[in-house]
């Protein structure tokens, strides 16, 4: 069973970074990609990026270049990265694990805000 814990979001002001992590403390067996997604108030939940089992990634087009997903080895945490935020980056973050039989797990999310 997957069970992912988020951590890392916070108050920053635009054109700083945080990092976020999430981590499994269930079993990686099967994961087939790691994400982040995000949700802004009114708005429905996108993709912000994507991390494949064999390294590969997408991002979407508004964080190409400041932000930038990782992971450990053994493929237990994912990371994210995210530098020169913006305001319009604030939103509820969330992890994403994917098996390779398309299950979703969920973090519960972690709120990012950006305003000075």
């Known amino acids: 069973q997957v069970q992912l814990v988020e951590s890392g979001g916070g108050l920053v002001q635009p054109g700083g970074s945080l990092r976020l992590s999430c981590a499994n403390s269930?079993?990686?067996?099967?994961?087939?990609?790691m994400a982040w997604y995000r949700q802004a108030p009114g708005k429905q939940r996108e993709l912000v990026a994507r991390i494949f089992y064999s390294g590969s990634t997408n991002y979407a087009d508004s964080v190409k270049g400041r932000f930038t997903i990782s992971r450990d080895n053994a493929q237990n945490t994912v990371y994210l990265q995210m530098n020169s935020l913006k305001p319009e980056d604030t939103a509820v973050y969330y992890c994403?694990?994917?098996?390779?039989?398309?299950?979703?797990?969920w973090g519960q999310g972690t709120q990012v805000t950006v305003s000075s």
């Open positions: 994403n694990f994917r098996n390779q039989f398309r299950n979703d797990y």
């Open positions: 269930g079993s990686a067996f099967s994961i087939s990609s």
